[in-house]
């Protein structure tokens, strides 16, 4: 089976580091786009960016750039989304996603929920 | 940028009937959207792509339909299952945005 599984709830204070992760399972993790999605709290999806995990290129959305940093470690088939310093307006459910060759988005993770305050 | 506007924000409607919900592209996008369906508590699920190819699983109730600026997702007959919100892409080689998200209600 397909699959992306993301790393557990978080809950952080302002001013802090964090680091969510992304495991793909049942297929060719190297040859695939991985994206992320945020969804505040009530509000809609905003894309934020992809990683391809075969190379590591790195493309960002303009209003996520230099705000975040997407990675990925293809030895354990794994991506990854992380912040120098939280702020509370990061507070958010985070998803992962599997960009097929036609850039459509066809597989989504569970979903990592970010709580930041104080 | 593209931008991506759905119209209506939020939909009330029956069991039975059948519903329209419209994505309009701030310049042409040929036909790369796609459609996902979003329940409470959910992750979202791709219901169409390419416009108008239904995901492999999603019931033929469901259908999209457009080219260029303007597309519109259809549920030919609105099933208890069927109420959750629903977000067009646009997607491309480098990026993707999401309208904004329409919100179908029981009547």
């Known amino acids: 089976e397909v699959q992306l599984v993301q790393s557990g709830a978080e809950m952080k204070k302002p001013g802090e580091s964090l680091k969510i992760s992304c495991k793909g399972s049942g297929y060719s993790f190297i040859t695939y786009w991985i994206g992320w999605v945020r969804q505040m709290p009530g509000k809609g999806l905003e894309w934020m960016g992809m990683?391809?995990?075969?190379?590591?290129?790195?493309r960002y959305s303009p209003s996520f750039q230099g705000q975040v940093t997407i990675s990925a470690d293809k030895s354990i088939s794994t991506a990854y989304l992380q912040w120098s310093s939280l702020k509370a307006s990061d507070t958010a459910m985070y998803y992962c996603v599997r960009r097929t060759g036609y850039w459509y988005s066809d597989i989504w993770g569970r979903g990592t929920l970010v709580t930041v305050s104080s | 940028d593209i931008q991506m506007t759905q119209s209506p924000s939020t939909l009330s409607a029956s069991v039975g009937d059948r519903v329209t919900i419209t994505c309009r592209a701030s310049?042409?996008?040929?036909?790369?959207l796609a459609w996902y369906q979003q329940k409470p508590g959910k992750a979202p699920n791709l219901l169409i792509y390419?416009?108008?190819t239904l995901e492999s699983g999603v019931p033929s109730r469901f259908s999209g339909s457009g080219f260029g600026t303007e597309f519109t997702l259809t549920i030919s007959s609105l099933q208890p299952d069927d109420f959750a919100t629903y977000y067009c892409?646009?997607?491309?080689?480098?990026?993707?945005?999401f309208g904004q998200g329409t919100k179908v209600e029981i009547k």
């Open positions: 310049q042409t996008i040929s036909s790369w």
């Open positions: 990683i391809y995990a075969g190379d590591s290129d790195t």
């Open positions: 892409q646009h997607y491309n080689s480098y990026s993707a945005t």
């Open positions: 390419k416009a108008s």
